[in-house]
């Protein structure tokens, strides 16, 4: 599906007006982006293109590209040549080639904040279900079985509790206060915090290998980069405590699925809850689905009525600075933790 349309010039504008072209969405619609942008005598294109092919064609001479889901490799990016930005609709760049863009000089924004109470919510909800054996309640029930203590088995109160945070960025950090409510004790890898810093916030700060012995569950909060495909893999699970759950609410690569299954239907690990995945949608075969102990949501911690309209509104606005020449508000800085 595409249209395309000018936007506060008429059909016989001329043809060197900016064009902004929308590669793919799946919103209610993009009104937000249109009022944003009306008054600024551009083209507005809109796109479902999910194929480097389809973009290959699309994009050559665009002005500003607004992406969801669609690759924007190298090829693409030597086709978007003088491009003014490409803003990404999400917290990741991970479909984006940020070498080639720099190396274009293309710039890159995103929008990392429009959704971080919501994460934070889903990722904290997703934890005391599982700490709580909530998934385990829901089946018994289900298969006739009322054994509270049997079912629940050795579940330690909440004030007992270690969780370990890998990464604690805007995300991770409103988990661990949100862990502090309950009266969790947190204690956090992140290479890029100093010992001094964690001292002032009052933060643990470990080593990877030592917070995964010692936490009853683990949530991720790192970008997905070659130094992170796979951080949890099999090695990684078998140092894990086996009743400790896992919680991934960042990027699907960053466990590896099939370790993941297979640990979950040896009991090697105590349950995992997963809201990302390395394939999206979930394939029908995927081994998670049949995997014990396992709660799954379905890219969904974003979501909220308001974080939708906000994600649209400030990407758009990142557009529209840009054809002004304006700075950007969040430019992608590779490197950047």
Not at 18 to 30: C, H
Not at 108 to 115: E, F, K, M, S
Not at 148 to 162: H, Q, R, S, Y
Not at 182 to 193: A, E, M, N, S, T
Request: net charge negative; proline share 7%.
């Amino acid at each position: 599906m595409s249209a395309a349309e000018p936007m506060g010039a008429a059909e016989t504008a001329p043809s060197d007006e900016p064009r902004v072209v929308v590669t793919d969405w799946n919103f209610p619609n993009l009104d937000r982006e249109r009022a944003v942008l009306k008054g600024l005598s551009v083209r507005f294109e809109a796109h479902q293109a999910l194929e480097e092919s389809e973009l290959l064609e699309l994009l050559p001479g665009a002005d500003a590209a607004l992406v969801q889901f669609a690759p924007i490799t190298e090829r693409v990016l030597e086709a978007l040549r003088g491009c003014r930005v490409v803003v990404r609709y999400g917290v990741g760049v991970d479909n984006i080639d940020i070498d080639a863009a720099a190396r274009l000089g293309i710039p890159i924004a995103y929008v990392p904040d429009y959704c971080i109470d919501e994460v934070a919510d889903h990722t904290t909800t997703l934890l005391l279900a599982l700490l709580r054996r909530l998934p385990s309640y829901d089946r018994s029930i289900r298969e006739q079985v009322w054994e509270p203590a049997g079912v629940g088995g050795a579940m330690k109160p909440l004030d007992e509790v270690t969780v370990g945070l890998i990464g604690l960025g805007r995300i991770g950090s409103r988990v661990l206060g949100r862990l502090r409510t309950f009266g969790c004790r947190p204690i956090v890898h992140d290479p890029y915090l100093t010992l001094d810093w964690a001292a002032e916030h009052k933060v643990e700060l470990v080593e990877l290998e030592r917070l995964l012995a010692s936490a009853d569950a683990i949530s991720l909060h790192l970008p997905l980069s070659e130094a992170t495909h796979h951080l949890i893999d099999a090695a990684k699970l078998e140092q894990m405590k086996p009743t400790a759950a896992i919680v991934n609410t960042a990027r699907g690569a960053l466990i590896d699925t099939d370790a993941l299954a297979q640990a979950l239907h040896h009991g090697r690990v105590g349950g995992a809850a997963l809201d990302v995945f390395e394939q999206e949608p979930l394939p029908a075969d995927s081994p998670l689905r049949k995997a014990p102990n396992l709660l799954m949501t379905p890219h969904a911690a974003w979501y909220s009525s308001r974080s939708i309209g906000r994600l649209q509104q400030l990407a758009a606005e990142e557009v529209r600075r840009a054809l002004l020449g304006e700075p950007l508000r969040c430019p992608f800085r590779p490197g950047k933790p």
